[in-house]
């Protein structure tokens, strides 16, 4: 089985109150994104996460104790807050990229809205990449619970997005399966 999430922000106290996230502390909240994690996703399942492992937080060998416990065969599509190397992530047992296409699917942690003043450098060269593929559709992470699932009728495109931070998916990894049918269901 194939699975998706984004912005875990593990050990990042601050984002339980950004996000006004369910969870006392990080670490409550990281037990329970591991507990659910491992509930849905098995050794042998593919898991891909579009960034923001975790955010602000340098003690490299925690880090690497919390992420080794998921389960599955990690994918790592790098967020703006994944600041370690990628040798770092992949000693945690990921894969490395910074974007992924999968048929009509293009995965990465930016949703590439047009003209969005925040744009970054990086996210404009991911866009440049996605507007010469084949895709249309997005599966991005994020923007958190600042916009829910989709569609989103303020986007300035056509582009049909889901939005997999876990803060809209229950703080767990989304079967590919349930995020087609998402996109056949608009």
């Known amino acids: ?11 990042h106290d601050n984002i339980i109150k950004y996000c006004d996230r369910p969870f006392k502390n990080s670490q409550e909240m990281n037990t329970t994104m591991i507990e ?8 042998t399942d593919n898991v891909i996460c579009l960034g923001d492992l975790t955010a602000g937080f340098h003690d490299k060998q925690k880090i690497k104790d919390t992420l080794t416990q998921l389960n599955g065969n990690k994918i790592l599509l790098k967020g703006n807050h994944d600041s370690f190397g990628d040798r770092f992530y992949e000693e945690c047992g990921f894969v490395v990229k910074m974007y992924l296409i ?4 293009f995965l990465c942690h930016y949703p590439l809205f047009v003209n969005s ?3 970054t450098k990086i ?10 593929s084949d895709c249309k559709y997005i599966v991005h992470g994020h923007n958190h619970n600042n916009f829910s699932k989709i569609p989103i009728p303020e986007w ?4 049909k997005r889901y939005n997999a931070s876990v803060e809209v998916n229950n703080f ?8 087609l049918n ?3 269901s608009i």
């Open 1 to 11: 089985m194939n699975y998706i999430t984004s912005d875990q922000h593990f050990f």
């Open 36 to 43: 659910n994690h491992n509930k849905v996703v098995k050794d």
């Open 102 to 105: 999968v048929g009509e699917i």
């Open 117 to 119: 003043r925040w744009t």
């Open 123 to 132: 996210e404009r060269q991911i866009k440049k990449v996605f507007d010469e």
């Open 156 to 159: 300035p495109d056509s582009i």
């Open 172 to 179: 767990t990894p989304v079967p590919v399966t349930h995020i």
């Open 182 to 184: 998402e996109f056949k």
